[in-house]
């Protein structure tokens, strides 16, 4: 309970302020979208990683892990159960996690500044994995899937803040004017992409007769891949809170992108969407369960 009140309802008060104000004001939203992607996520993702650049090494563990989480997916649903109607759902709505948007929230208030930092790690690199392989294996275009890729804006702060940081050089040395603006940006980041996750998610409808299939697909990829993550890391050892970062970003609820992906390649796009909005209310209470397991 204490997990609850203290990580998860301050999160899910401010995604609920963002649903009324995108049910209030139904307008376009890409103004909001891309500020929140260009300028409040990426310099979020730049400064945890050059405050907190990870060895190598930890790159390459969770570079490994999650790729068995990914392989699981794609074993079980692009090919033992490929011709099942339901397997591009389940399998879009297994491997598109909100690891950024929601997740590094639910690290910075339930484990700290830390934990962030490896959030990023294991952001970029689901990111990198899904939009690629994941994308490709969809819409049969590995090309297509690299250029959007190159696209993401904290793809490149990623590299900068770990060039600078294996440098010696940290952002809050910067000419005092800079460091303070990027202070500012970084401060206001979490409750700008928790409310716009909120928005986004305001434009999602219900439909009563997916409501079924979008429950079983939310409750595998909120309990089936957590536990997934957890067997992983008994095969690849981690311990600590970089264990725990890897087991509750694999926990996270489904990410928008899935709509997206869904819409164009016309794959149940609605039962797609049901299942996003549902698998992140029902977050609130796995999250809740598995952050007091691992503490």
Known sequence: MEVFINAILPLMT????????????????????KLTLWVFATVLTFSFVNDHPPSFKDIMVYGSAFALIFLYNFLLFKMILRKKRMSDLFFLTSVFGNTGYLGYPVLRLAFGETAVAYGVIYSVISVSIVNTLGVASMLKNLRESLKNLLKLP???????GLVLGYSGINWHDFPLPIARSLNMINEAAIPVITVFLGVSMSSVKFKKDVLSSALIASLH??????????????????????KTVF???????????????????????????????????LSAITLSMIIAFLK
């Open 247 to 281: 087991i509750v970003e694999s926990s996270m609820p489904t990410a928008m992108n899935a709509a997206v992906i869904a819409d164009s390649i016309k794959k149940d796009p609605e039962i797609v969407s049901t299942e996003i909005a549902m698998s992140t209310l």
């Open 154 to 160: 904290f793809m490149y702060a990623v590299i900068i």
């Open 14 to 33: 401010l995604i609920a302020i963002g649903w009324f104000i995108g049910k209030m004001f139904p307008g376009d939203k890409i103004v909001l979208s």
């Open 221 to 242: 990829r909120l309990l089936v891949v957590p536990l997934i993550a957890y067997l992983v890391t008994t095969i690849i050892p981690m311990e600590g809170l970089f």
